[in-house]
């Protein structure tokens, strides 16, 4: 039987929309939970990271148990998507769970890129959209002019009658309230977020599902345990999906296995209830099917017919992961050997499906969908406990049919103020990029480029120098394009320390007019490792441990203070961009520490050697 009473909707937005705030709302106002049951804000946002950095990284799903005020029960399945280009590949996964889309919009900002990013999916899969206007508390806000931008990207990405016609909602997430009267929303009359749950109600479409053909559900994300294994997380199309019942599991090129679902759950709340059946059109979590992977379809065993299947994002990046083999080695991590760091990475794509490793003995090559997609598991792994050391990113060529070199181009959106136009033209133009629309305001020109991946490594870290930390920059993958030409590297050289031991203030004294530091004074350094970057172009070595001569002679500046600059201190992902090819990261769960790939000064010099003689 086809169930009225389920909505499933996804929450789709630009970075920093919105998004988790809207959620948390929706389940505290809900009236399914306990006071003080639900603590602290961005509740969906459970993983340490994504409460630093304050986005959202995987997506996720709950399930809201909701009465209206006719006293009518629905079951609201919830997901809330990630915004970030380098996770847009789980977005279009899960938006293919829902029925509509709750787009959210900044009521400042507007229409950013990933908005229409993330709007073009939806539509392209025939979504109801929901515009929700939010941070209506803002005091720039802008309704009306915004809810003229979205009407004009619907227009432009020719949405079908049912999206123009999309209701709008006004809402402020950190205040928790929501109203379909754009007047109470300006006058700050609305008191709560029930206007949301109605809409929600009365605009998301029950889906016209076969609910008494033979079973099919298709596994659109995994999760993973360490106690079942893979969970198979999905949706019912047709019939009902049950537990311990034989079921054909179809993959995406065709293959067929006979297995059965050892424990079946429903979502509810933030968590999810076991269940014997899942009714069609609901979501659910399925553990003890072994293999199981995105794409499958779990279908009748008599009858096993496959949905379509299901399309994963390619890398576009790169880097080698190896051991740690500093001489510093094993004093900070738990998890320190070869076996170790394959066992992580092996269990890291039970449930990272962009992921690719590949073995070659004693290193790894990594490819993903982006500097930050890499960066978030070499954090999440140095978080654990693991020591490592990484190569370079680099960007993953291919060929077209007429074996012409090709490489992954970014569409890449740029906001700076208008007196920064001239460095940052500078920026951009070395990176072999090509300006597609600009578009001045007041204050600030948004320029839109496309732009090869390889041209934006690095390139954060330059604009913010560049505009005095005031530029917003927003990129995603468009498509593989002909090979641009090369791109100049790191324009400065580096400090490499000769000798092992800690660093002095009478050494930093002595090289603070020969470029900026890395480390300070009382710092533990190994000869081979970078301490710093030089003034020119070259690297060069340098004593960073050398200790003051004494004497039997009295100085009259013996007393004297010392006063040196601070040292610049990178983040992880900030060394990932700064390193050239002959250097590698060191990554331990206390040091992020830059060296070169040979320690020893003749080693390097044989390897540029060799390196002069091959080009």
């Known amino acids: ?41 961005c509740i969906m946002d459970s993983n340490p990271l994504e409460r630093e950095r304050g986005i959202t990284i995987l997506a996720k799903n709950c399930a809201i148990e909701y009465t209206d005020r006719r ?42 890129p990933q908005t229409r990013y993330v709007l073009l999916k939806a539509l392209a899969l025939g979504l109801q959209p929901l515009i929700v206007i939010n941070k209506m508390d803002r005091p720039d806000a802008r309704a009306k002019e915004v809810h003229e931008e979205v009407f004009s990207l619907l227009i432009e990405l020719d949405a079908e009658h049912h999206a123009m016609e999309a209701p709008i909602i006004y809402a402020a997430g950190r205040s928790g309230w929501a109203t379909m009267d754009l007047q109470t929303a300006l006058d700050g009359k609305a008191t709560d977020i029930h206007d949301l749950f109605d809409a929600i109600i009365k605009y998301v479409p029950v889906a016209p599902l076969n609910a008494d053909g033979p079973v099919q559900a298709l596994i659109t994300t995994l999760d993973y345990s360490d106690y079942v294994g893979r969970i198979g997380i999905g949706r019912v199309f047709a019939g009902t999906l049950e537990a311990r019942k034989p079921l054909a599991v179809i993959t995406r090129d065709g293959k ?61 990046l790169h880097m080698t992961f190896r051991f740690n083999d500093s001489p510093f080695a094993g004093r900070d991590g738990k998890y320190v050997t070869s076996r170790q760091l394959r066992e992580r990475l092996m269990k890291e794509l039970q449930s990272n499906v962009a ?96 732009v090869p991946a390889r041209g934006l490594i690095g390139l954060r870290s330059r604009l913010l120098t560049a505009t005095g930390g005031e530029v917003i920059m927003h990129h995603r993958f468009e498509s593989y394009g002909l090979y641009r030409g090369d791109i100049g590297g790191r324009l400065a050289g580096v400090m490499i320390a000769t000798e092992t031991g800690r660093v002095t203030g009478y050494a930093l004294e002595g090289l603070a007019e020969r470029g900026t530091m890395f480390v300070e004074p009382g710092e533990e350094v190994y000869a081979g490792q970078v301490v710093g970057e030089h003034c020119k172009d070259n690297d060069i070595t340098v004593n960073a441990v050398r200790k003051k001569p004494l004497t039997n002679i009295r100085s009259a500046t013996k007393e004297a203070t010392v006063t ?13 961009e700064y390193i050239e090819p002959d250097e590698y990261v060191e990554i331990t769960p206390s040091f992020v520490r830059l060296r070169k790939m040979y320690l020893n000064e003749n080693d390097r010099k044989r390897a540029g050697r060799g390196a002069g003689a091959r080009a």
């Open 256 to 316: 067929k296995t006979l297995q059965k679902v050892s424990q079946l759950f429903r979502f509810r709340g933030l968590g999810r209830e076991e269940v014997e059946r899942v009714d069609v059109g609901d979501l659910f979590a399925a553990v003890g099917l072994d293999p199981v992977d995105i794409g499958d379809t779990l279908a009748d065993a008599e009858n096993p017919t496959a949905l379509p299947a299901v399309a994963i994002d390619e890398p576009t």
């Open 355 to 450: 992921l690719r490793v590949e073995d070659r003995g004693d290193e790894f090559d990594i490819a993903g969908r982006g500097l930050l997609h890499l960066g978030i598991l070499l954090e999440n792994m140095r978080r654990e406990g693991y020591e490592l050391i990484v190569g370079k990113p680099e960007v993953i060529y291919a060929t077209d049919e007429k074996g012409h070199k090709t490489e992954p181009i970014e569409r890449l959106v740029i906001d700076v103020p208008t007196e920064v136009v001239g460095p940052v033209m500078q920026l951009i133009g070395d990176r072999r990029a090509e300006m597609a629309h600009m578009e001045t305001t007041d204050r600030r020109t948004i320029f839109e480029f496309t």
């Open 564 to 576: 040196l600059k601070a040292a610049r201190r990178m983040s992880l992902e900030g060394a990932l």
């Open 71 to 112: 006293g009518s029960h629905y079951h609201i399945n919830i997901v809330d998507t990630p915004g970030h280009a380098d996770f847009s590949g789980e977005v279009e996964r899960v938006l293919m769970m829902a029925d509509g889309v709750l787009l959210l919009v900044d009521a400042s900002e507007g229409v950013m």
């Open 1 to 41: 039987m086809q169930r009225k009473d389920i909505r499933n909707v996804a929450i789709i937005a630009h970075v920093d929309h919105g998004k988790t705030t809207l959620v948390d709302q929706l389940l505290r106002q809900s009236g399914q939970f306990r006071q003080g049951e639900l603590m602290g804000d």
